[in-house]
């Protein structure tokens, strides 16, 4: 691992159940050395990405306006986000788009429905790695050799969320999910509701969740809410590889720079 990406995972060690750290609980929860976790805090703390108050750190305002570039700046997310809130205007649901990094879940984007669903995981919270529509509809497009090592790391919790006991089982629900096209879990994150999610082509790897109340979804037709995610999914990976093929385009004029026409005498 890199200095950069150790620095980083100073990140990690903070979550909603330990907020604030000394510096000492964050060397034991990274295992690094005295030397070594107060060089990391020391500039993290500098830059604003963290904050101290009373002996603890806690994170910073630095990211606190990172996150203000994203939600109001972001070009693909607002890109998304259109479709997203049209999604939710003929749906009258929720609608998240999740994101896939270091075996972490995260909603990215959240648009409220007519419906005040109470919803565990919102925006920048990670959700379960193996529960939730969100999260299997992503792991079911995974490559397998990724697929694999998933496996390898949480047995027991892929158990756990009946999703199978040995590596055959395990594939074998995630490609009867990839063929489905779309995951549905009903009360595996809150005991009220259901979620629909289809995959999405974002870097890094998302999904598109549809979020209704279990009784709403209960008079719903299934195929017709999928139909419709999957067409808000389609729409929103057009637009990525039209925007993708667009800068391709420019950095290849850029790489062959301007053409030079030779006139004769």
Same mark, same amino acid.
């Given at each position: 691992?890199?200095?950069?990406?150790?620095?980083?995972?100073?990140?990690?060690?903070?979550?909603?159940?330990?907020?604030?750290?000394?510096?000492?609980? %964050?060397?034991?929860?990274l295992?690094?050395?005295r030397?070594?976790?107060?060089?990391?805090?020391? *500039? &993290?703390?500098?830059?604003?990405? /963290?904050?101290?108050?009373?002996?603890?750190?806690?994170?910073?305002?630095r %990211?606190?306006?990172?996150?203000?570039?994203?939600?109001?700046?972001?070009?693909?997310l607002?890109?998304?986000?259109?479709v997203? @809130?049209? &999604?939710?205007?003929?749906t009258?649901?929720?609608?998240?788009?999740?994101?896939?990094f270091?075996?972490?879940?995260?909603v990215? /984007?959240h648009?409220?429905?007519?419906?005040?669903?109470?919803?565990?995981?919102?925006?920048?919270?990670?959700?379960p &790695?193996?529960?939730?529509?969100?999260?299997? %509809? %992503?792991?079911a497009?995974l !490559?397998?050799?990724?697929?694999?090592? &998933?496996?390898a790391g949480?047995t027991?919790?892929?158990?756990?969320?009946? /999703?199978?006991?040995?590596?055959?089982?395990?594939r074998?629900?995630?490609?009867?999910?990839r063929?489905?096209?779309?995951a549905?879990?009903?009360? *595996? /994150?809150? !005991?009220?509701?259901?979620?629909?999610?289809?995959?999405?082509?974002?870097? !890094?790897?998302?999904?598109?969740v549809?979020?209704?109340?279990?009784?709403?979804?209960?008079?719903?037709? *299934?195929?017709?809410?999928? @139909?419709?995610?999957?067409?808000a999914?389609?729409q929103?990976?057009?637009?990525?590889?039209?925007?993708?093929?667009?800068?391709?385009?420019?950095?290849?004029l850029?790489i *062959?720079g301007?053409?030079?026409v030779?006139?004769?005498?």
């Amino acid at each position: 691992m890199s200095s950069l990406a150790k620095m980083l995972s100073v990140f990690d060690a903070f979550t909603p159940e330990t907020p604030a750290l000394s510096a000492e609980d %964050i060397m034991a929860k990274l295992g690094y050395s005295r030397g070594t976790a107060y060089r990391y805090i020391r *500039e &993290l703390h500098t830059a604003g990405f /963290l904050s101290r108050v009373a002996g603890q750190y806690t994170l910073g305002p630095r %990211i606190i306006e990172l996150d203000y570039h994203i939600r109001e700046a972001d070009p693909h997310l607002q890109m998304i986000q259109k479709v997203m @809130q049209a &999604l939710r205007d003929r749906t009258e649901c929720d609608v998240l788009l999740t994101s896939f990094f270091e075996n972490r879940v995260v909603v990215s /984007l959240h648009e409220r429905g007519l419906s005040a669903l109470k919803m565990s995981f919102g925006r920048g919270r990670a959700m379960p &790695l193996f529960k939730g529509a969100g999260s299997k %509809i %992503i792991l079911a497009c995974l !490559p397998m050799a990724r697929q694999r090592k &998933l496996y390898a790391g949480h047995t027991a919790e892929i158990a756990a969320a009946g /999703l199978g006991d040995t590596w055959e089982e395990f594939r074998a629900a995630l490609l009867a999910i990839r063929r489905a096209g779309a995951a549905v879990s009903v009360a *595996e /994150l809150d !005991p009220d509701n259901v979620g629909v999610a289809v995959p999405v082509n974002t870097d !890094p790897p998302g999904s598109l969740v549809l979020v209704f109340s279990a009784a709403r979804y209960a008079m719903s037709d *299934e195929k017709f809410v999928i @139909q419709v995610a999957k067409e808000a999914a389609e729409q929103i990976n057009e637009m990525i590889k039209k925007r993708n093929d667009d800068s391709d385009r420019v950095l290849d004029l850029l790489i *062959e720079g301007p053409k030079i026409v030779a006139h004769g005498p």
